[in-house]
């Protein structure tokens, strides 16, 4: 389950020291966003357990571009990758994302952060299906929608409680004519009019 | 304290009780009604037992604690095979079962629907038939099941209050010349039955946390514990029923929590599994006598698997909706579940809101997809609206639970493989269906609509259907197996035909005359 905040700590010279994990760090490109309002600084970092830095930064940007929110924060794409980070654990996937970050450089001549975006979009187009791809659009689909960083891009307000929306606007839509009663029901404490 | 610490206990070489397995809508049901008439019962439910407490307002933390998980395969041309080979239901595996899960639609079926093949006509590559009983049969059943669930506009329980989701369905109903109002739901508007109003929390799929939404877990099930004469076994799942010499069905093997095998002995078994499971357990139950499985004489068990017409459209606006805000489903168009051929297809459908999560969104609006036609639709996440789509599917023979010998779950038992391909008429159907949906949606100023193909089955219905003849199905108009008397079948599994309406009211309405008919049968000694 995805849904811890950023992390915040400085990044320790023990995640550099590691011999496989790297880290993932960024600046916020909004300043007051709803995202910028949750996090309390405007860098952020992510230290990796099982993937290098560039494999970080390649599954980063292949997200991107498999799911182009222009006005989505770094930030939350980078819980995808602390995602497969977390599935990396598995020697198996960890092959099955090394090779296909190789894939992904040796049809860009080497180095597939270095295209642009056009020539990005058509390396990921030929490799759909693969079971790379697969992986990482599968996890992506989950892990980039259910965390609350996403929730507040999105305006998903999720739990409001036992309380619930009945007090908190679950009724509160203008700009169409309110619909009669008793087409409209009552609410609780509501007494229908004979 | 759990509702199960000082239940009555029954032993395992005890004979005279009637096992009931599975504890939703039917199982559970029936299980309260006969405990109330003074039978003994014992209720083996595969799920945990999970209170109203347990439950989690989170779409996945809540899919992983609820849901049917077990392994399954699929086969066949519907979508659902390609994009969830493994899932091709969503149902629930706890206490209470699916009607923990459910959105608390309350349909009746309409007379005609019970009357399918006159009504409709042969339907090439469909096996119509009548339901052995009729809708007057059933219609006093119906009002038992509406006063008990608490069903809204009826027994004087005042509508639901309609969401910003209802909003615009209304408006677009309107505009459409539909009626339109906040349906016939099983879900509290008042405090009622001990149990809260709805508080509109929007997580009907995840557990009311609230109770205000009519389950077993919180009604049937307790209340047949405190008659003193049913208990509860969570964590028991059935791998086969026995049966003696004379082929009567006399014990249930079913492995405990701890994995231990255990066998208890019945008097009468009413399987209510769902409409996998259920035909599965029959197969599964295989004997020399019986070698294609219990009360499968005529070959009907496993066939006829109905999921009903769906579908849904979502559609996005210029101001916002907020459609998660609330009760997931209330809100309900009945005027296209009409019966007219000139439409180029047999039976209706219905029309109901309907929202999901954020996450959930992501997931099933279009499996598989990427880029931007993707993200486009979830950038507008707050300003959409989305309806339901459910209507009636032919059913078809081909359209199979079978067992897969290649797959076995933890207990070494062969899964169920669920086959379907969709008929011309559930395709010509889907498409009115997405075209009024659009209509419906564009009338209210619309930007974008969506046409979302079919989630993993909720309604699965129809694998041991109830015929008037033994050779055209596999139980009788009391969901007694034409074969083996004391082997009732209770769930949605003895749906002849689909109908439209979401199937719950009509297995509760099934579940309360089968205990009444299972008591004067045991009471005149007949079985």
Redesign the interface.
């Known amino acids: 389950?995805i849904s811890q905040p950023l992390s915040r700590k400085p990044v320790s010279r023990r995640v550099f020291l590691k011999a496989s994990g790297g880290v993932l760090a960024g600046t916020l490109a909004f300043a007051s966003g709803p995202i910028a309002l949750l996090a309390p600084s405007r860098s952020w970092a992510m230290s990796l357990d099982h993937l290098t830095s560039r494999q970080g930064e390649v599954l980063l940007a292949m997200t991107r571009k498999?799911?182009?929110?222009a006005d989505l924060e770094d930030a939350v794409y980078a819980l995808v990758v602390k995602s497969l980070d977390g599935k990396a654990a598995d020697t198996a996937t960890a092959e099955q994302i090394s090779s296909g970050v190789s894939e992904l450089d040796d049809q860009a001549d080497g180095d597939w952060l270095a295209l642009g975006d056009d020539e990005r979009l058509a390396v990921l187009q030929s490799m759909a299906g693969t079971p790379f791809f697969e992986l990482v659009?599968g996890d992506a689909?989950?892990s980039?929608?259910?965390n609350p960083l996403?929730?507040a891009h999105?305006?998903?307000?999720?739990?409001?409680g036992?309380?619930?929306?009945?007090s908190?606007?679950?009724?509160?839509?203008t700009?169409?004519?309110?619909?009669p009663q008793?087409?409209?029901?009552?609410?609780?404490?509501?007494e229908?009019s004979a | 304290m759990t509702m199960t610490d000082d239940q009555k206990t029954f032993a395992l070489d005890d004979d005279s009780v009637v096992v009931v397995i599975g504890s939703g809508a039917g199982g559970g049901t029936l299980a309260n009604e006969l405990a109330q008439q003074g039978v003994d019962v014992v209720v083996l439910e595969a799920g945990k037992l999970h209170t109203a407490a347990d439950f989690l307002a989170d779409e996945w933390g809540a899919f992983s604690q609820l849901s049917w998980l077990d392994p399954r395969t699929t086969s066949g041309s519907w979508r659902l095979a390609t994009d969830f080979p493994n899932l091709p239901a969503w149902i629930v595996k706890s206490v209470g079962g699916t009607t923990v899960h459910w959105a608390g639609a309350s349909l009746r079926f309409q007379p005609h629907e019970f009357q399918a093949l006159t009504h409709y006509g042969e339907v090439a590559g469909a096996e119509l038939l009548d339901w052995p009983l009729s809708y007057d049969d059933l219609a006093p059943w119906y009002d038992r099941a509406e006063q008990r669930m608490g069903v809204t506009r009826t027994n004087d329980n005042k509508g639901l209050p309609g969401n910003n989701n209802f909003k615009v369905m209304y408006a677009g109903a309107q505009n459409l010349g539909y009626s339109c109002n906040t349906g016939h739901m099983a879900i509290n508007s008042t405090v009622r039955d001990g149990r809260a109003a709805c508080q509109q929390r929007g997580f009907c799929f995840q557990g009311c946390k609230m109770q205000a939404k009519w389950s077993t877990l919180y009604t049937e099930l307790p209340a047949g514990i405190a008659t003193g004469h049913m208990e509860l076994r969570p964590e028991s799942h059935v791998a086969r029923i026995e049966h003696d010499d004379q082929g009567r069905v006399n014990a249930v093997v079913y492995f405990d929590a701890d994995g231990n095998e255990l066998r208890q002995r019945a008097r009468v078994v009413a399987v209510a599994g769902n409409s996998i499971e259920t035909p599965r357990l029959l197969l599964n139950s295989a004997s020399d006598r019986f070698p294609d499985g219990l009360a499968n004489g005529a070959g009907h068990v496993g066939r006829h698997y109905m999921r009903h017409m769906t579908g849904s459209v979502y559609a996005t606006f210029d101001e916002p909706v907020h459609m998660y805000r609330g009760t997931t489903m209330a809100g309900i168009i009945p005027d296209e579940s009409y019966h007219d051929r000139e439409r180029g297809f047999v039976g209706g459908y219905e029309m109901e809101t309907l929202s999901l999560g954020l996450p959930f969104m992501a997931a099933f609006f279009n499996p598989g997809a990427w880029g931007p036609d993707f993200t486009q639709a979830m950038d507008q996440y707050d300003h959409m609206a989305g309806m339901w789509l459910v209507g009636e599917d032919m059913p078809q023979a081909t359209n199979r639970i079978t067992l897969n010998s290649d797959v076995v779950d933890r207990f070494g038992l062969p899964v169920a493989n669920v086959h379907y391909d969709d008929h011309d008429n559930d395709i010509a159907m889907r498409q009115h269906a997405y075209a009024q949906g659009r209509a419906l949606y564009e009338s209210v100023g619309a930007r974008d609509v969506y046409e979302v193909p079919p989630y993993p089955s909720t309604h699965n219905l129809g694998t041991c259907r109830m015929s008037e003849r033994p050779e055209d199905g596999v139980c009788n108009g009391h969901g007694q197996s034409h074969e083996i008397d004391n082997l009732f079948i209770s769930d949605g599994s003895q749906f002849t035909t689909s109908g439209a309406e979401n199937p719950t009211l009509t297995i509760v309405s099934l579940a309360l005359r089968q205990a009444e008919f299972i008591g004067q049968q045991m009471r005149e000694g007949v079985i």
């Not at chain 1, 999105?154 to 409001?160: I, N, V």
């Not at chain 1, 008793?182 to 509501?190: D, K, N, R, S, T």
């Open positions: 389950m498999l799911f182009p929110h659009r689909v989950v980039l929608y259910n996403a929730f999105f305006g998903y307000e999720g739990e409001k036992n309380p619930g929306y009945l908190q606007g679950f009724n509160d839509l700009w169409l004519p309110d619909p008793p087409e409209a029901g009552y609410l609780p404490f509501e229908p």
